[in-house]
C-alpha cells in the first residue's frame, strides 16, 4: 500500500491497484465531514487485502457542489475530478501497471463513468474498472441517500468515536434527481436524507461485510471476463 517503502513496493509483485475516492461534505448534525472518505477508505483497505491489491491514497475531494451552502463543504468540479483521475491512472499506466480499480465513496461523482470509459479506449492495454458505492449498497433501506441509516451504521461500526448523536430522521418530498437543479441545503436544512435514529453498529458490521464481498466478486467477475476476452482476441490474432 502506500504506507511501504519503494524497496517493498518493487519487489511486490502485484497485478491490481486501487484508489479509493471520498468527498469532504457536510453529513448533517451526527456525522463528520470525512464520512465518505471513512467509509470507502475502509472497505478499499478491506477489498486490498483480500485482492491482494496496492492501495493508493483515498481522494479526499470530489464532485460536491450539491452540499453548497453548508460551511466546511469542498468540491471539485467534475472537470477537475476527471482530470486527476485521469493524471493518476496514467501515471500507474507508464509504471506498467494495466488492472486498476476506482473504488468510488460519494454518490455525485458521476463523471467518473465516462471517464473510464474514456480512459479503457484512450489506453491499450488497460484494464480500468470503476466500483461505485452506491451500486453496491446491500442495505435495502430505501429513501436512505444522505446521512440516513446506512451511512450511520456504517460509521457506527467504523468510527463510533466520530458519531456525534442518534441524529435528526428527514425524507425530503423532492425526487433524488432534483438535486441536479437545487442543492441539498434547498431540501433538508439540517443536511440529512434518511432515517439515522434507525441505525446501528450490528448493522453496519453487516452491510460493511457485505460491500466487500460484493466488490471484491465484482472485481474479481469482471477482471476474468476481460482477461478472456484477452485471450480470445490473442487466439484469433494467431489463427
Same mark, same amino acid.
Given at each position: 500500500s502506500y !504506507?511501504?517503502?519503494y524497496g517493498e513496493v518493487s519487489k511486490f509483485e502485484f497485478k491490481i491497484a486501487i484508489l479509493p475516492i471520498g468527498s469532504h461534505e457536510q453529513h448533517s448534525l451526527h456525522l463528520p465531514y470525512c464520512t465518505d472518505t471513512v467509509i470507502i477508505s475502509s472497505l478499499a483497505k478491506e477489498v486490498a487485502r483480500r485482492l491482494n491489491a496496492f492501495l493508493l491514497p483515498c481522494l479526499p475531494y470530489s464532485s460536491s457542489m450539491e452540499h453548497r451552502g453548508?460551511? *466546511?463543504s469542498v468540491w471539485l468540479t467534475p472537470t477537475t475530478l476527471r482530470l486527476v483521475v485521469q493524471? /493518476? @491512472?496514467e501515471s500507474l499506466y507508464m509504471h506498467e501497471v494495466r488492472k486498476i480499480v476506482i473504488m468510488n +465513496?460519494? *454518490?455525485g461523482n458521476f463523471v467518473l463513468k465516462p471517464t473510464v470509459r474514456e480512459l479503457n479506449f484512450k489506453l491499450k492495454g488497460l484494464k480500468l474498472i470503476l466500483v461505485d458505492f452506491g451500486f453496491m449498497t446491500s442495505s435495502g433501506v430505501s429513501d436512505d441517500i444522505h446521512s440516513g441509516e446506512f451511512e450511520t451504521s456504517l460509521m457506527l461500526y467504523l468510527r463510533p468515536d466520530l @458519531?456525534? +448523536?442518534a441524529g435528526v430522521d428527514h425524507v425530503p418530498s423532492a425526487p433524488r434527481d432534483y438535486l441536479d437543479y437545487v442543492g441539498l441545503k434547498q431540501l433538508s436544512e439540517k443536511g440529512v436524507w434518511g432515517h439515522p435514529t434507525q441505525a446501528s453498529k450490528l448493522k453496519g458490521e453487516e452491510y460493511f461485510r *457485505?460491500? /466487500?464481498e460484493k466488490? /471484491? !466478486?465484482y472485481v474479481q467477475k469482471t477482471f476474468e471476463f476481460l482477461d478472456q476476452q484477452d485471450e480470445e482476441r490473442n487466439y484469433l490474432h494467431r489463427s
Open positions: !504506507e511501504n517503502t453548508f460551511i *466546511g493524471d /493518476v @491512472v +465513496g460519494h *454518490g @458519531v456525534k +448523536g *457485505g460491500l /466487500v466488490a /471484491v !466478486e
